[in-house]
């Protein structure tokens, strides 16, 4: 890293578009309409990519979230302590549900135009450090990180989390240059936003603050009149917050469903395969212009509390959420969990590529990005492009087909960890959050809710049911995703005497079983 003299910092308070070695540039791309023309389509090629999946059928965690505002907005508020999930993007996409509608496009279309909105706000947060090619390859990366990717078309409030983030940024490094009491107040309203949109952000919380630190290091007088106005506000905002942040952490056991993870795990969220091959392409290229021209310098300077800033921004919130998962039980590095460590990621990634005087191997680095992503990701995808996570759609439809003609009662597992904890709600199932995809893909039929898990309760209602199916003489149904499948093998093994049992089938990962008493079987 070169240094900087104070002086020379000062005259440099916003990066210059003209910098870059102009001797150095190809002569096919010296004009800026053109250089930004290729910028532009790359963006558009970014978000087209998140679009791939937008017609698949909503995963469990959006049905949850469909649960939750499906009852009217009266319900809404109760129903957050149930599903933990944010109120305000409640609000938010029930008042989308009544211009767009319910279908599975329209309940997605608030994430998309908030994870613009993210894109573009981290872009303008990145033209605070970098010159406007740089602040674009940072938004172009953000776009194209695999988590983005996923969560631009989640019907969760992650995409909302992410636009919050990045305003917080762009507030942070604004207040720079500003002494203003306001934009310190937004600052400590657009970090309490981080909150109200995903409870779990509150790692990047220390990142912010260590960055307001250094930023206003300069002037102590006006960093702790801004703190001040900051803190209060913040601390203003996140009152509504802190009744459900006290729920999470009482029942934090309760909502525990992944492993711990690895190095492997935190390693590909700070350098995703697509961006290192990129990178490894921009450098070969690097390498062989230098030697064709003999310049062999092609770096240029970078200040310190750039450096500062973005390592921040990326590594404080990952490393507390890597290390909450591995030093404890609470495994919370989830793919949406790592969302707010996601700008601070890209800007270290544009940060790198600004050390690059040529702006044509900056632009050579997002055409090789975009590039390397589209063909990974569609031939990841072949042959169906239109998966988002596992669904229960398919198996829902194929039990209302085969049930309804007899109404037969189906048997299903709860595919929401928390249903391990509590007693099965036998007689309403369907408008349960513990069986929240029957609130979206209906049942007509008889319903009979188990646990997760293959556990006491499990046991009480299957045994119940089974003797009172056997006097009935009755047909039935049962399925499960894979985490209950030993229950499925329980309910074959003790209907043995009484029922022949057939797998007709699993649809996404969710077994269907069907349950024939024997007297009645056919050969």
Avoid at 498 to 504: A, C, D, G, M
């Amino acid at each position: 890293m070169e240094a900087v003299s104070p002086l020379k910092e000062d005259r440099q308070e916003r990066p210059q578009d003209e910098g870059g070695d102009r001797t150095s540039r190809i002569p096919l791309l010296s004009r800026d309409s053109t250089v930004y023309t290729i910028y532009a389509l790359a963006i558009a090629a970014s978000v087209s990519l998140w679009l791939l999946p937008i017609q698949s059928p909503l995963r469990l965690d959006e049905l949850g979230t469909y649960w939750q505002i499906m009852a009217g907005v009266s319900q809404i508020w109760a129903r957050h302590f149930v599903t933990l999930s944010s109120p305000e993007h409640a609000f938010i996409l029930w008042l989308s549900t009544k211009t767009f509608g319910t279908s599975e496009i329209a309940l997605r279309i608030p994430s998309i135009l908030a994870m613009l909105g993210a894109v573009y706000v981290l872009y303008l947060a990145a033209r605070e450090l970098f010159e406007r090619d740089v602040a674009i390859v940072a938004a172009i990366v953000f776009a194209l990180h695999p988590i983005v990717i996923f969560e631009s078309i989640d019907a969760r409030p992650y995409a909302f989390a992410a636009l919050a983030t990045s305003t917080a940024i762009l507030v942070l490094l604004r207040l720079r240059r500003s002494n203003s009491g306001w934009l310190a107040a937004l600052f400590g309203l657009s970090a309490a936003s981080i909150v109200w949109f995903q409870f779990l952000f509150v790692d990047i919380l220390p990142a912010l603050v260590l960055c307001f630190f250094v930023i206003k290091a300069r002037d102590p007088k006006t960093l702790w009149r801004q703190f001040a106005i900051a803190f209060a506000t913040f601390t203003f905002a996140c009152l509504p917050v802190i009744p459900i942040m006290l729920y999470l952490f009482r029942t934090s056991k309760t909502h525990v469903y992944e492993t711990a993870p690895n190095l492997s795990d935190l390693a590909l969220t700070l350098a995703p395969g697509w961006h290192l091959i990129a990178l490894c392409i921009t450098c070969f290229v690097a390498l062989l212009v230098s030697a064709l021209s003999r310049r062999p310098s092609f770096l240029g300077p970078f200040h310190g509390w750039q450096l500062i800033v973005c390592a921040s921004l990326a590594f404080i919130p990952i490393s507390i959420l890597f290390g909450v998962s591995v030093g404890t039980s609470l495994h919370i590095f989830t793919t949406c969990h790592r969302m707010d460590a996601i700008p601070g990621i890209a800007l270290c990634w544009a940060l790198l590529l600004s050390r690059l005087r040529n702006r044509n191997l900056r632009l050579l680095f997002s055409i090789a990005l975009v590039a390397v992503t589209s063909v990974t990701l569609l031939e990841a995808r072949r042959p169906n492009t239109s998966v988002h996570g596992y669904a229960w759609k398919y198996a829902l439809e194929y039990v209302q087909r085969n049930a309804s003609a007899d109404n037969a009662p189906v048997v299903i597992c709860s595919d929401f960890p928390e249903a391990d904890y509590v007693t099965m709600p036998l007689d309403s199932a369907k408008e349960s959050k513990l069986f929240a995809q029957l609130s979206y893909y209906k049942l007509s039929v008889p319903v009979v809710p188990l646990p997760r898990a293959l556990n006491d309760e499990a046991v009480r209602v299957g045994s119940s049911f089974l003797h009172e199916a056997a006097q009935k003489h009755e047909r039935f149904l049962a399925l499960a995703n894979e985490p209950s499948y030993k229950t499925l093998d329980w309910l074959a093994q003790n209907s043995a005497a009484t029922y022949s049992v057939r797998k007709l089938g699993v649809f996404d990962g969710v077994e269907v079983l069907e349950f024939v008493p024997r007297s009645t079987t056919k050969d």
